[in-house]
């Protein structure tokens, strides 16, 4: 525990594979979020709103963490150079539907988002950031969202 504790706040999940369940909760809630802010920025885009203001009036409410923090600004940005690449991402997303059929159940929002990370490594994009999954959206929408030339900063 105390090496542990220099990484972060380690929590006792259970029994042997707890961890690993609970690593691909994680990421299924994770990889359903990435998704949902994705899309959220490609329909105010769409709707031409601005999309620095949407940022600034949505990340102290219900949506804020270090999450939204970290990702909106690099999609505004159009900054996909990987911090966590989506091929990472979709492979745990794999995972969690492989263990969820295991048990007999489905994970449809967790499908989902694998549906759209598939998409991303069909479309040659699943070594890029996350973030980059607003390229989905955008070809869904017939949208850009963000430019290069933004300043968002958090």
Sequence with gaps: ????SCMGQPVYTGGPGSGDVTKLVNNSIGG???CAIAEGYAFAAKAGISLETTFEATRTGFLAGP???NKV???LQRDYEPGARIAVHLKDLQNAVAYANHLGIR???TEKAEDIMNWMKDNG???LDQAALVKYYETQMGVTVGRHDESVHP
């Design 67 to 69: 999450l939204y923090d």
């Design 125 to 127: 994009y699943v070594d």
């Design 73 to 75: 600004p690099k999609i």
């Design 107 to 109: 994970l449809p929002m």
């Design 32 to 34: 359903a979020w990435l």
């Design 1 to 4: 525990e105390p090496l542990l």
